[in-house]
């Protein structure tokens, strides 16, 4: 059906284009190619809704590959994770990947993975001794500065501020 439409479409503009040119071409052709990309975005947001497990396989395959990079040494190695990161390792395109968790979950592929960054930034700062700048460090940042400043941006407190919470 929907490739019915879409070739449909395609002919009608082939039509248009190819006929004579007249005061009405130019804004028949627009309009053919507007119904055209209002038609793809259709079926392409559709299919969230009618591949609801495959969805639901893919956001909780992205959820073990993000749990594992936190739980790996990848952050000091790797630095901090990118959603090309993990779109690559889920053979998918970043902004289909980011399409698809924004319609499951309401929030984007970095916004997962800056709040599971935050996570492991508090259970730090909750259980060990280390300083602010080593949990950085730690975390895949190459400033403390910037870790302070996501931190901060994220719970509206320092991390200092978090950590003296629990004492």
Known sequence: M???????????LQQEI?????????????SHLDLLVNYCNRFYNRQFITRKKASNDLFLKFED???AYY?????????????HYFAEKLFV?????NDMLKNLTGQTTQQHIQNQLLEKAKELLSTTELSVSEIAYQLGFEYPQSFNKVFKNKTNQTPLEFRQSFN
């Open 65 to 67: 590959l993000l749990n």
């Open 93 to 97: 395109s970043a902004h289909y990947l």
């Open 2 to 12: 929907e490739e019915t439409i879409i070739n449909g479409l395609m002919q009608n």
């Open 71 to 83: 739980q790996n040494d990848d952050l000091t190695v790797s630095g901090l994770p990118t959603v």
């Open 18 to 30: 190819e006929a004579m040119i007249d005061n009405y071409t130019q804004d028949l052709v627009v």
